[in-house]
T-cell receptor, first 113, second 111 residues
Framework: NAGVTQTPKFQVLKTGQSMTLQCAQDMNHEYMSWYRQDPGMGLRLIHYSVGAGITDQGEVPNGYNVSRSTTEDFPLRLLSAAPSQTSVYFC????????????FGSGTRLTVV | GENVEQHPSTLSVQEGDSAVIKCTYSDSASNYFPWYKQELGKRPQLIIDIRSNVGEKKDQRIAVTLNKTAKHFSLHITETQPEDSAVYFCAATKNDYKLSFGAGTTVTVRA
């Protein structure tokens, strides 16, 4: 099992550009989430999914879109990048039977200039 | 939504001493409380968790306690070692898939 795989690991964008952060898991987990991590603010939930075809907003969804067409993949789209979106992004997955113990991907460090 | 507060933000302990991190939560319906450890430049990793029907759980040198009435839970690390130096996050949820995290505690173990 590769676990949770995120790509790319690093990305620099110009203000206004769009991009997609990829996330894939091979553990057949129902739950997947995207978090952003900023210094002193912990991990804040952007969007989450409880299964294929089902997504919902988290705490900080503005400027981001998600979709979940398959159980394995949960891409995060930045529509028009802004400097405020400079952050480290983590994708995570969990199984309903696992009781909420999320497995995190290795993260994507995004800088918007 | 759920609001989780975590204290202290930084903690420095002598090797061999104990470390305690405390978290409070706002939603009385929350029933699952995991703790994550994040080493520098790495991903968060689950180290221990507790459900609301349990008051305490131990795993070797780490333990978590939960006080549902007061809506707070704590992480205890005994006999700290240099490899315990990391950022620790508490979290709470009522539905397993929507975790709310605390702001984190940076623990430094002094040799």
């Amino acid at each position: 099992n590769a676990g949770v795989t995120q790509t790319p690991k690093f990305q620099v964008l110009k203000t206004g550009q769009s991009m997609t952060l990829q996330c894939a898991q091979d553990m057949n987990h129902e739950y997947m989430s995207w978090y952003r991590q900023d210094p002193g603010m912990g991990l804040r939930l952007i969007h989450y999914s409880v299964g294929a075809g089902i997504t919902d907003q988290g705490e900080v969804p503005n400027g981001y879109n998600v979709s979940r067409s398959t159980t394995e993949d949960f891409p995060l789209r930045l529509l028009s990048a802004a400097p405020s979106q400079t952050s480290v992004y983590f994708c995570a997955s969990s199984s309903q039977g696992q009781g909420g113990g999320y497995t995190f991907g290795s993260g994507t460090r995004l800088t918007v200039v | 939504g759920e609001n989780v507060e975590q204290h202290p933000s930084t903690l420095s302990v002598q090797e061999g001493d104990s470390a305690v991190i405390k978290c409070t939560y706002s939603d009385s319906a929350s029933n699952y409380f995991p703790w994550y450890k994040q080493e520098l430049g790495k991903r968060p990793q689950l180290i221990i968790d507790i459900r609301s029907n349990v008051g305490e759980k131990k795993d070797q040198r780490i333990a978590v306690t939960l006080n549902k009435t007061a809506k707070h839970f704590s992480l205890h690390i005994t006999e700290t070692q240099p490899e315990d130096s990391a950022v620790y996050f508490c979290a709470a949820t009522k539905n397993d898939y929507k975790l709310s995290f605390g702001a984190g505690t940076t623990v430094t173990v002094r040799a």
